[in-house]
């Protein structure tokens, strides 16, 4: 059974700070390791776009927009992944969701999704 927990949504006021975490459990990723974990965000009427992934080696990549204000993270030995978002924007305001693509197989799995709304 594989679980994606996120924890650390929430209302602030622009400028603020958030911190949003992951784990993931379940045989598939002991037996199959993850490759990349990270989070995507979806604002009401748009399409679901990629904020920042890591890699297992520590490989970052970030949208454009969150450059500077965002910074992710992992434990690889808990397989869990936290956003820590700084100086935070109207802007920012959507669903975010955890995102983990398999080692092998690269089969992709979605958390829930927690709401973060900032605002002005």
């Known amino acids: 059974q594989v679980q994606l927990v996120e924890s650390g949504g929430g209302s602030v006021q622009a400028g603020g700070s958030l911190n949003l975490s992951c784990a993931a459990s379940?045989?598939?990723?002991?037996?199959?390791?993850?490759?990349?974990m990270g989070w995507y965000r979806q604002a009401p009427g748009k399409q679901r776009d990629m904020v920042a992934t890591i890699t297992n080696s520590g490989s970052t990549t970030y949208a454009d927009s969150v450059k500077g204000r965002f910074t992710i993270s992992r434990d690889n030995a808990k397989n869990t992944v936290t956003l820590q978002m700084d100086s935070l924007k109207p802007e920012d305001t959507a669903v975010y969701c955890c995102?983990?693509?398999?080692?092998?197989?690269?089969?992709?799995?979605w958390g829930q999704g927690t709401q973060v709304t900032v605002s002005s």
């Open positions: 379940g045989s598939i990723f002991r037996i199959f390791g993850i490759a990349t």
């Open positions: 995102n983990v693509v398999r080692a092998v197989g690269a089969n992709v799995y």
